[in-house]
């Protein structure tokens, strides 16, 4: 009987694991699913390629007009300038922290980066706009400070965690043995980084770097606060732009529930969500090479 | 190439490497030092306990920081206990098939999900379809879900830190798979948890779009009664004093902005010397 109680215990919390365990699958399709069933109705009124290379967004003129391009340019824009920053310092610091730094300095380092990482992205974007929107402004001599270039530098900083944490883990799970042999064959420190452990590093180093820029482009606050909001396609970085993820932030507190504004601003949600499902899953790929070479 | 230029280059390579490694590190200090050195003669008894007055201009942020707190609390009220048993089922019970595949893959998309998608999804799910509306429930609900991916891998790191051995001994003694899982591999996978926890309350106290649609009030100066009210939360209310409010005096901002980034570092601060103590610990 007692053990026959106990049996079925067993059997139910191993039916809760289970459920439990599966939930992360629910939610990432209700994610979708609820993105699609508020989002799609937008396209009673315009066409998915409309939406997404139309160069006006005038969602409250009359009529309105959804078109994505500008928005996506801004996220390009900011994304691209953000990489341009982010990759070369991100990889030399992991290279830094990772083969050259005593290992004192390592773990200050580390913990240095963590902080970082642990900074609200709103304390970021405000700090943003009150030191380095007016310092761009002077030196560019602009009528606001609050541009691509600012979002560019915000990111670039916000994307760094990412990156150099994961490609310092890329670098550090490189066998010993390679950089032993490099250096018996008389090359130097810095040849055996360059050219033996970076190249044994590379899957890492390169799902580092996705993943750091899956969080450029979904990054919403900071990116609001310091690119001037404006909705245009930019010809410049000194100009402002507003990306996907801050144009719903922004708007949705306008839009009536159930109407064209309010869809399209979750059909925006449905391209950030598919673009970083990608990104995702392709460094995850990237990470698991990794480890089987390991 | 002759040896002075190789070691030239060594020494130029070392010198760019670090420079930069002080690229990132040094924004990280300068940033901290100024909130501290501005946002400190903001901070008083008052401006801790106080209700907000005159549209923000004075008084205190109190109801901002409780609303954060009552957040928080809801959402690792839903996320720890669904994040350790996704945990357990991922490191004790899955075998590696298709399956563990497909939920390993969807917890690291989470992770990459941005978070005013989340928001996005909280409205859609919570606020509108089982209509909490927009409340407390609702945002602690969604920041939930935002943090799962983090509790779920520290939960699956510190159960795989243990040994098999554990499992197998006690396995041998009669016990059953959940009776060793409950005394033989959680008490010694609790430090990595709450580590990871701790993170989890940190990044949920520190988000605001998430809690844009789902939550955060503008302006409310009482304090919420149920958890059908809405709230104002610190990181909303530092976006709306320093975006949406003209006229908000800059030591408030700078103010909000230091206990905002307090609480978020104590805990993070927290949770380091919780891992470090285990790791001391740990005798295996």
């Known amino acids: 009987m007692k053990v026959q109680k106990r049996k079925i215990k067993e059997y139910l919390i191993e039916k809760t694991i289970f459920l439990s365990g599966i939930t992360s699958i629910v939610i990432v399709v209700l994610i979708f699913i609820f993105l699609l069933k508020e989002g799609l109705t937008v396209f009673s009124s315009i066409s998915p390629a409309q939406f997404l290379t139309g160069k006006n967004w005038y969602p409250i003129s009359n009529p309105p007009q959804y078109g994505i391009l500008p928005l996506i340019m801004g996220s390009v824009a900011v994304t691209l300038g953000a990489a341009i920053l982010s990759i070369p310092v991100g990889i030399g610091s992991a290279l830094y922290i990772a083969e050259i730094a005593p290992k004192k300095t390592r773990e200050i380092l580390k913990a240095g980066i963590e902080l970082l990482a642990a900074i609200p992205s709103v304390v970021i974007g405000f700090i943003g706009m009150m030191t380095l929107g007016p310092l761009i402004k002077n030196i560019f001599h602009l009528s606001t400070g609050l541009t691509a270039l600012s979002g560019s530098i915000t990111l670039a900083f916000m994307a760094m965690p990412t990156i150099v944490s994961i490609a310092e883990d890329a670098i550090t799970a490189v066998p010993k043995q390679y950089r032993e042999a490099a250096l018996s064959m008389g090359a130097t420190r810095w040849q055996t980084t360059r050219r033996i452990v970076s190249h044994a590093a590379r899957p890492g180093i390169i799902a580092a770097l996705m993943l750091g820029i899956g969080r450029v482009i979904g990054e919403t606050m900071a990116v609001m606060m310091v690119t001037g909001n404006a909705a245009l396609i930019p010809h410049t970085i000194l100009q402002p732009v507003r990306t996907l993820t801050a144009t719903i932030a922004a708007e949705m507190g306008e839009t009536v529930q159930g109407g064209s504004h309010y869809a399209a601003l979750f059909a925006i949600g449905i391209v950030l969500f598919v673009i970083t499902f990608a990104i995702n899953g392709i460094a995850d790929i990237y990470l698991h090479k990794n480890r089987h070479k390991a | ?284």
Not at chain 2, 164 to 174: A, D, E, T, Y
Not at chain 2, 181 to 190: D, E, G, M
């Open chain 2, 1 to 284: 190439m002759n040896l002075k230029n190789v070691k030239t280059q060594e020494k130029i390579a070392s010198a760019l490497l670090f420079g930069c490694t002080v690229l990132v590190v040094l924004p990280v200090v300068i940033i901290l030092a100024i909130i501290l050195y501005k946002g400190i003669a903001a901070i008083n008894w008052e401006f801790l306990t106080a209700m907000p007055k005159k549209g923000m201009t004075q008084g205190g942020i109190f109801p901002a920081i409780l609303g954060t707190l009552y957040l928080v609390a809801g959402a690792v009220l839903f996320a720890l206990p669904l994040g350790v048993l996704t945990a357990i089922y991922l490191v004790e019970y899955a075998k590696n098939n298709y399956l563990s595949r497909i939920i390993k893959l969807a917890i690291v998309n989470l992770a990459g999900v941005p978070s005013v998608v989340y928001g996005l999804f909280g409205l859609g799910i919570f606020v509108i379809f089982f209509q909490f509306g927009v409340s407390i429930l609702a945002g602690a609900l969604t920041l939930g879900i935002m943090i799962l991916p983090v509790i779920i891998t520290a939960s699956r790191e510190a159960l795989e830190s243990v040994p098999q051995s554990f499992r197998i001994v006690s396995l041998s003694l009669g016990a059953s798979k959940w009776q060793t899982i409950r005394h033989s591999v959680l008490p010694h996978a609790l430090p990595g948890i709450l580590t990871g926890t701790i993170l989890g309350i940190g990044r949920a106290a520190g988000e605001t779009a998430p809690i844009l649609f789902t939550v955060a009030a503008f302006y409310l100066p009482h304090l919420p009664t149920s958890i059908f009210d809405q709230v104002m939360a610190l990181p909303y209310h530092l976006y709306v004093i320093s975006t949406q409010v003209p006229g908000i005096p800059e030591s408030t901002r700078y103010g909000t902005a230091l206990v905002l980034l307090s609480l978020v570092l104590m805990l993070n601060l927290f949770a380091i010397i919780v891992r470090s103590k285990f790791r001391k610990k740990k005798k295996w």
